[in-house]
């Protein structure tokens, strides 16, 4: 294939011609259906130009977006095979180069979104030097490719219209759902608090994070930053974090000292699928 060959000759930036700005392949708005019973062959098939651990880079030129997807998971199995299921060929008719990466939390303790994704943050930049972190729930399916995933100069909001909320935003400050930053930012504002418990509140805090270090949020406009979300209940192990409002008030006072420079975790194991990179966490008492 074309990526075998830039591999095996080790080809470089200088040695091809930049992606174009804007893809040739992008089909705009997408029809989004959730086909049944889907396997992981079936969608391995359907991509044959995606590596081994999900890493894709376009065979024939330089690409722009140098991206890592990160997706906080547990017991979502179905909703992770119909993510990766649309979002590969929706990447791949990006031009961009990416890797998607799921970080597993698999012990029966109360699920922390947050600190799953300061882990996906740190295992993802041991593997590549990306220029691009976008964190993506596993239940959001995008429906619109000129939604582009690369880092602009500043932090974006991607999911910005989604069906559940008639597609609009459900609070002016909502930084939920799926969002991107490059590095830099994320370091420099220490990444997701690692002590949200529960469903909620940990997006509100790193919406915060960013306003106290004087950035603003940016959004794709409201056709393209469109979304379906899968169906689901209220998830055991993730109930409402009663606790969100009140860690909310001193976000500007804790920000320095919880976050990624605090994150303290091991990991289980790591594993290149035909699909994704997973990353499982050693259960709490672990780490
Ligand atoms: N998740 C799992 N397993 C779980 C719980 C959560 O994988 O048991 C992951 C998954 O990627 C999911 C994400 O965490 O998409 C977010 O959890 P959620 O789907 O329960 O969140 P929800 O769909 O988000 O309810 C809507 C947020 C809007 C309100 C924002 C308030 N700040």
């Known amino acids: 294939s074309g990526l075998e060959q830039i591999q095996a000759l080790n080809l470089t930036e200088d040695d091809l011609p930049s992606c174009p700005k804007s893809s040739p392949f992008l089909s705009g708005p997408l029809k989004v259906s959730f086909p049944l019973h889907l396997t992981m062959d079936e969608i ?9 651990g999900g890493h894709y880079q376009p065979p024939n030129c330089w690409a722009l977006h140098h991206t890592a997807v990160i997706i906080p998971y547990r017991a979502r199995r179905k909703h992770l095979y119909q993510l990766l299921y649309h979002l590969h060929p929706f990447l791949q008719r990006q031009q961009i180069h990416y890797t998607i990466y799921v970080v597993h939390q698999i012990d029966n ?3 922390n ?6 882990v996906g943050f740190k295992e993802a930049m041991k593997e590549n030097n ?7 729930d596993v239940d959001l399916i995008p429906e619109d490719d000129r939604n582009v995933y690369g880092c602009s100069v500043l932090p974006m909001h991607s999911a910005v219209a989604i069906d559940k909320f008639q597609y609009k935003l459900p609070y002016q400050t909502y930084f939920g759902g799926v969002t991107a930053l490059r590095p830099t930012h994320y370091l420099k504002i220490n990444g997701f608090p690692n002590n949200y418990w529960g469903w909620g509140g940990e997006d509100d805090d790193i919406a915060s994070r960013i306003f106290l270090n004087k950035m603003f949020i940016t ?6 930053g469109r979304y379906r979300m899968l169906k689901h209940g209220h998830d055991k192990g993730n109930e409402v974090n009663p606790k969100r409002f009140h860690l909310l008030s001193s976000t500007h006072i804790r920000w320095r000292r919880n976050g990624i420079n605090t994150l303290n975790y091991k990991l289980l194991s790591k594993e290149q699928t035909q699909l994704y990179t997973n990353f499982t966490k050693a259960p709490l008492k672990y780490c």
């Open 44 to 52: 391995a098939q359907k991509n044959p130009w995606v590596q081994m």
């Open 109 to 111: 303790n109360t699920f």
């Open 113 to 118: 979104r947050g600190k799953l994704l300061n």
């Open 130 to 136: 990306w220029q691009c972190i976008y964190f993506h």
């Open 219 to 224: 959004r794709p406009p409201a056709a393209f």
